[in-house]
């Protein structure tokens, strides 16, 4: 789930897990403090105690950017969406949230909420650095509550580029998605705005290698690279979940499978039926007549030629109540959250009791080989 993540905390029931590279952002962020800030405002400091400072106001930052991360989880919940959790890693934090935005309005709310939070936190900061200096508190000790005042500011400030899928293009989405009605048009106008804003990134981040800071400049380019993917991933899924829209399982299936005993051998099955239809899965019915499994090619390649006399049909076949089952009036984008790799992709579809066909990866295929035409119809619709 968590890709490598392993989990520090828990808070408010939301699982917080860390990436391994979160350990180089903060090595960073420390140096940064101990090499940079430090020696700078507070010059003569000892080495250790300038790292000491450093560590302590990484960790600091790390808990701004998880308070922040927080602040769109709880409010996503609260809308009924589901959080998987908040991972940590290289660029940041990521709030894991699924299931539908439901509204534009729902999703201009939630992305605001994270840059409020560091909002907010920016006015702790600078209240504290504040209340520090007039009670005479040494120059190392208020370095910090400034740095983290101008970094969450920073942090501010990037994410509200309206640039999908920063915060800031998440509020644009739910804007244009709140006026225009159209979730697809917002997404693809958010997207642009993103994509665009990677290739300024990455060009800064290009003139920066060879003419400025080159550690600076790689780092711009490889923020600019991951949001330009991250763009352009968004625009792609909401153009796959477009297309799919108001589609039935009735109109994609293949009809009218051919149901074969499940105890002719594996040879039986290759000679007589799979070789005469242009099926790729079989189901088989036990001598009883129920639906007791389903053959794929897959499970027939499996078997060497040598021992296809000796296997029956049942032994390669996917186990009946492994399978998903459907119905011909539901919606394909439902049946494709069930169908998973225990069934090869596949999903039996029952109309009261009786077998009238089966979904594939191929069929699913076929839709999005109909060309941009019908993408466009169904976008104009
Ligand atoms: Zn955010």
Redesign the pocket.
């Known amino acids: 789930m968590n890709r490598g993540g392993v989990p520090i905390a828990r808070i408010a029931g939301i699982k917080i897990s860390a990436d391994w590279s979160v350990l180089v952002i903060g090595a960073l962020l420390a140096w940064g403090v101990a090499g940079g800030a430090v020696p700078a405002y507070a010059p003569g400091t000892a080495l250790w105690l300038a790292w000491t400072v450093g560590v302590i106001s990484a960790l600091l930052l790390i808990g701004s950017l998880t308070a922040?991360?927080m602040?769109?989880a709880l409010l996503a919940r609260h809308r009924g969406l589901t959080v998987d959790g908040i991972r940590l890693w290289l660029f940041?934090?990521v709030?894991q949230i699924s299931g539908d935005w439901m509204t534009g309005r729902t999703e201009m709310l939630v992305?605001a909420?994270?840059?409020a939070v560091?909002f907010l936190l920016v006015g702790v900061f600078v209240a504290a650095s504040w209340l520090l200096i007039s009670v005479g508190a040494p120059t190392l000790v208020t370095i910090v509550p400034e740095w983290l005042a101008g970094l969450n500011l920073l942090l501010l400030v990037f994410?509200l580029i309206p640039a999908f899928p920063?915060?800031g293009g998440?509020i644009l989405r739910g804007f244009l998605w709140t006026r225009t009605k159209n979730r697809m048009t917002a997404t693809v106008a958010a997207s642009r705005a993103g994509s665009f804003f990677a290739v300024v990134l990455m060009g800064v981040g290009v003139l920066d290698l060879f003419f400025g800071d080159p550690i600076g400049g790689l780092w711009l380019m490889m923020i600019g690279w991951f949001l330009h993917t991250a763009a352009r991933g968004e625009a792609h899924g909401e153009q796959t979940r477009h297309a799919l829209e108001g589609m039935l399982v009735g109109d994609v299936m293949s009809k009218n499978p051919v149901i074969v005993p499940s105890w002719i051998t594996v040879e039986l099955l290759v000679d007589q039926y799979v070789m005469g239809h242009e099926f790729t899965s079989f189901p088989t019915h036990s001598i009883d007549g129920r639906i007791d499994g389903l053959v794929t090619m897959r499970g027939i390649k499996q078997v060497p030629p040598q021992q296809r006399s000796a296997r029956r049909a049942i032994d390669i076949a996917i186990a009946a109540d492994r399978v998903p089952i459907a119905r011909p009036d539901e919606h394909i984008t439902d049946l494709l959250k069930r169908i998973g790799a225990a069934s090869d992709g596949r999903a039996m579809v029952y109309d009261g009791g009786t077998l009238v066909g089966i979904v594939s990866p191929s069929d699913i295929a076929r839709l999005f080989q109909t060309g941009p035409g019908r993408m466009t119809a169904r976008v104009a619709a």
Do not use: M, T, V, W
Request: aromatic residues 0%; without cysteine; hydrophobic residues 25%.
């Open positions: 922040h991360e602040g769109h940041g934090g709030a992305a909420i994270g840059p560091s994410n920063l915060d998440r």
